[in-house]
């Protein structure tokens, strides 16, 4: 931590806070995630942090945040500190705290085609994000979108394997996970940047629940109901709910946006 000048608090993480700091070697600013250590000296770093700092040595690439050095913190307290890449913003903040006026619609086709980008190449080497979310899409000042936060990020199960399905921010949540599935792909990384490409566009959450039930019923209400045709068979947990189809693009397009608070869960 002597190799560094730190600042103030940027956030809070998956796994720690963020903050502010400058190398002191050549003065570049970064960004310092402070994480904890599994309870108990004996039992080392928890495992998901571990995942993460692998995944992100092995993941270079533009619209991927870097991963610049790892290091334990001395004293007793059991903590690893991971600098990256410092940022200028992130997706969420640019859209709503200044109303959005940047983000024309050649800015938005571009954030859409790097978010893309960064998706394809995970998925090619088998890591699902699984919480894809504007605010983990950090944007630098030159306007160059990264994906950050890869605390919930894993390697694809093997065919038949289970994975948890208590992952990706409610808002951004596709319906397999809110209905209990555990044995899933690439797609859950697709659901939820299709959210925020129909965001960029709307300039509001497309589908803003205020729990797991709510939101199945607001992507029902938009999408119909799943019968055998659009969906065979079942997953743990299925719920019925009265069967709607899905509304006409004009219809959807056209419902009132909603309050400007953003969700947190």
Known sequence: MDRYDVGKALGQGQWGVVRKATRRADGV?????????AAGSA???????????????DARHPHVVR????????????????????LATDLEKVLYDGGGALVNDGVAKGYGFMLLDALAFLHSHHVLHRDV??????????????????????YVADPG??????????WYRPPELLLGAADYGPGVDAWGA???LAELALRRPVFRGDSETDQLARIFAVLGSP???????TVPGFMEHLAQAAPSGAAAASAPPPERALCDH
């Open 133 to 154: 979310k504007p605010a983990n899409l950090l944007i630098s000042a030159a306007g160059v979108l990264k994906l950050a936060d890869f605390g919930y990020a894993r």
């Open 43 to 57: 039992e080392g770093v928890n495992f998901q942090v571990l995942r993460e700092i692998k995944m992100l040595r």
């Open 67 to 86: 991963l610049f050095d790892v290091f334990r913190n001395p004293g007793g307290d059991a903590t690893l500190s991971l600098v990256f890449e410092l």
């Open 161 to 170: 394997g289970r994975m948890s399905y208590e992952c990706c921010t409610l």
């Open 29 to 37: 600013e970064v960004a310092i995630k402070k994480v904890r250590c």
């Open 194 to 196: 299709g959210c925020i």
């Open 227 to 233: 019968d055998d045709a659009t969906w065979p068979g």
